[in-house]
């Protein structure tokens, strides 16, 4: 898999019938390697290592419903308060990130109500602020660390 502009992580991989598997640790199992996946596991190690949000606030790809469409999310952290913190969409390293990028994390946004977006394709991160008083975002240069 190739370099992303993460910092560097140690991931357990294993092969099996000639497929890739990373290990989740989230989801506590292994899950095929693609390139998706390999920026979902970077932007989990850094929601986790770099940004101290603790393991046990941290769900990944669970379903949702978006004007009566079942969709799923890549990563959300909560709040200790069970509020949403963070809302995260992960596109393989090959998709640009556009702004049918953004509006599909501010449709699935607005059933969740997460303070904060991360938008990233292991390459370009994008960090925003929810402003839900005027619907709107405002870009960050990061998401804050984890604080209780």
Not at 1 to 27: C, G, H, T, W
Request: proline content about 4%.
């Amino acid at each position: 898999m190739q370099a992303l502009n993460f910092p560097k992580y140690q991931f357990r991989i294993k092969s099996s019938e000639n497929s890739l598997y990373i290990f989740d640790v989230i989801r506590k199992k292994f899950v095929l390697l693609q390139p998706e996946e390999w920026v979902r596991q970077h932007a989990l190690l850094f929601l986790m290592e770099t940004k101290k949000y603790p393991k046990s606030l941290i769900n990944v790809e669970k379903q949702l419903e978006v004007n009566n469409l079942k969709k799923r999310y890549d990563i959300v952290v909560f709040a200790p308060d069970g509020s949403i913190q963070v809302l995260v969409e992960c596109k393989a390293p090959d998709i640009k990130i556009d702004q049918m990028t953004f509006d599909q994390i501010a449709r699935y946004n607005l059933s969740l109500r997460s303070n904060y977006l991360m938008v990233t394709n292991g390459m370009d991160h994008y960090y925003c602020k929810m402003d839900f008083e005027n619907e709107k975002y405002r870009f960050l240069k990061e998401i804050p660390d984890f604080s209780r």
